[in-house]
Structure formats: C-alpha cells, structure tokens
C-alpha cells in the first residue's frame, strides 16, 4: 500500500487572544501606576493642606496678640553678650551676627568632636580586639560604663569637674606653655590673620590638585605598567606653593605662649570651661559608640584574610591596616553617619553648661523678642544643613569605597 505524496498537515489555529491579553495586562498595570501617582497626589495636598492651615492659624493668632512676625527682627540690634566667640562681636551688633557666631560655634563642637570621637572610637575599637587581656578589658569597661551612663549626666560632671579645678593664678601647669584651671584651657598658638588664611587656602589647593595629579598617575601606570614618583610633586604643591604664598604675603608663624597677668592669662588659645567640658562629654559618650562599630567592622572581615597574611609573614600592624581596615570600612560607615549625626544634634545639649552656640541664641533671641517661630525655624534650619551636608559627605564615601560588581 503506497503512502500519499500529500502527507495531511494538522493546522492548530494560533490564538489570537494572546495580543489583546498582554495589551490588557499593560493596561491595567497603567492604571495602577495612575492610581498610585493619584493617591500620592492626594496625600501631599492633604498634608500641604493642614500645614497651610496651622501656619495661617498660627499667624492669626500672633496679630491677635499683636505679637510682630517675620524675620526683619535680624536687622534689629541683639543687646545679648557672647563670652566665647571666634568671631569679632559687640553686643551693638544685628541679631544676624549673633547667630553667625552661634553657628560658627556650634560648628566648633560638631567638627572638632567628630575628627576626635572618630580617633578614640577607633583607637578603642582595636583595643577591644587586642590579645593583651588587660588592654581589651580596660577597653570593654570604657565602653559599657560610657554607653551606659546618659550623656547629659555626663556633661554635667566634666562641667562641674572643671569649675573645681584651681584659679588661674594656681593653675595646673602639666606641661610649658599649657594651663589648666577653673578658667579653661590656655595652649600655645600662632595668631592667625588674612595672611596666614591664604596660606592655608594654598594648603588645601594643593591637596586637591595632589588628589587629581594622584589619580592620572596611577591611570598612567595601570596602562603603561611604568610607576611615576609623586614625592616631587607633593613637595612642590604642599611645601612650595604655600611657602610661596608664605613669603609673598610675609604671614607671621610666630608661636604665642600664655602668660597669667592678674586674675587672668594673656596671649595662647584659651578653650572656655563650657566649650571644654561640652567637647570632652560629647567626644568620649560618643567614642563609645564608634568603638563598637569599629570592633564589629573588624570582626565582619573573613578570618580567612588574617590567616593567609599571617602565612605570609606580615606584621599584624600592617595587616590591620592594609588588609582589615579597608574590607571593614564597608560595614563601619554606614552606622559611623549615625553617631556624626547624634554628635551633631547632642551639641545642643550646650545650653545646661552656658556654651552659647546657635541654640542658646536662640532661646536668648526668643525671649527678648517673641518670635518663637522663626528662632525655632532658625535652629531647624542650621542643624538640617549640617546634618544633611554630613551625610551627602559620608554617602558618597560610602559609594566610593563600595564594591563594584563586573
């Protein structure tokens, strides 16, 4: 029986369906996305709405008392003396350079204590780890004691520590040139005026242009394989360039000791009692913290990498901080923006010791004018610039020291 030429072919129609179906399911995930944008939508009217209403209800209350609002109070003359101060100020001056010199004040604390907080915290951190028993459990105690003590009582004993210590004319004298009495601490200084911040203004140029030179060096050599020295151009643009502008401008690095004549010293750096006793309560509640996350950063890294340095001969000091420190930054960074920003905020805390920064200003500013409002936006607005400039700062280090997938 011979087969047909014609083999019969089974034709499955295709489904039309499939087209419309897929056009449907983008309709529809359309329609969600247009739902959701409407309900956002609606929630920030509705929040746009009640803030709206409390700021004109707020308003109409303040003209019912006839209490004046707005911020041309800053115009006005402060009549308020401010004992501690970087910045040139008279009681004659407007409220606005009150507040640029509780600002710049408030600055002081923040910035000083996160470079010194960072240094202990971590100094503290690798003690906790170090094998000598000793050293790591004096270590632990500094921490458990300091995290769990609050930091206001903190701050009220180093205030009250440093109002007994002697007057100045028996003040301690630990080493030349440096005092320690109920008056502050008087160090050694070199008076800094325009000549001396061009000079500085060179410094911080030629680190830049250093970073920059840095990176098309190792660029260089990465496609060529041939190292280039960067020691002469690091002479040129960190000793040169401002020994230059140095001479140029003929600064004075003349080093003034302090000298008590009187009641009182002349001459040096003195840090007030209220700024000395608010900086050390806020550096070591605040190491605490930090050596903690140093210490958990640590010991995130694989044991893995200290066993294949240690077969390799290194120096555990080297290994710590070419191999370990760079791996753990990845998991200290993150929690480390945390305690900038609590350092930052609990610099507020100033006002039970007198430290004059950019709160207590304000609370002085609140009361001989009125304007609660705008004092208080005021601080908001300082303290969210600072906290946000902080952490653009940290994020991008973050972003910069995280791992690349390829």
Known sequence: MKSSPHKSRILVPTSAPEFPRRRRMRLRLNRQQINGLVWQIVVVAIAVAIIGWLWSN?????????ISTGFAFLGREAGMPIADSWLAYSPRDPYARAFIVGIVNTLRVAVVGIVLATVLGTLIGIARLSSNWLLSRLAAVYVEVLRDVPLLLQLLFWYVLMQGLPAARAAWKPIEGVFLSNRGLVLPAIPIEEANLWVIAAVLAGLSALYLLRRQLVARQMADGKARPLWPYALALLVGLPALVSFGLGASWTITLPELRGFNFVGGLTLAPEYFALLIALVTYTSAFIAEIVRSGIQAVPKGQWDAANALGLRRSFVLQRIVLPQA?????????????????????????????????????LNQTGQAIEAIALIMAVFLTISLSISLFMNWYNARIALVER
């Open 58 to 66: 707020a308003l109409h209350n303040l003209s019912v008392r006839r």
């Open 329 to 365: 930054l990845r998991v200290i960074i993150p929690p480390m923006t945390s305690q900038y920003l609590n350092l930052t905020k609990n610099s507020s805390l100033a006002v039970a010791v007198g430290y004059q920064d950019v709160v207590s200003i304000a609370n002085t500013t």
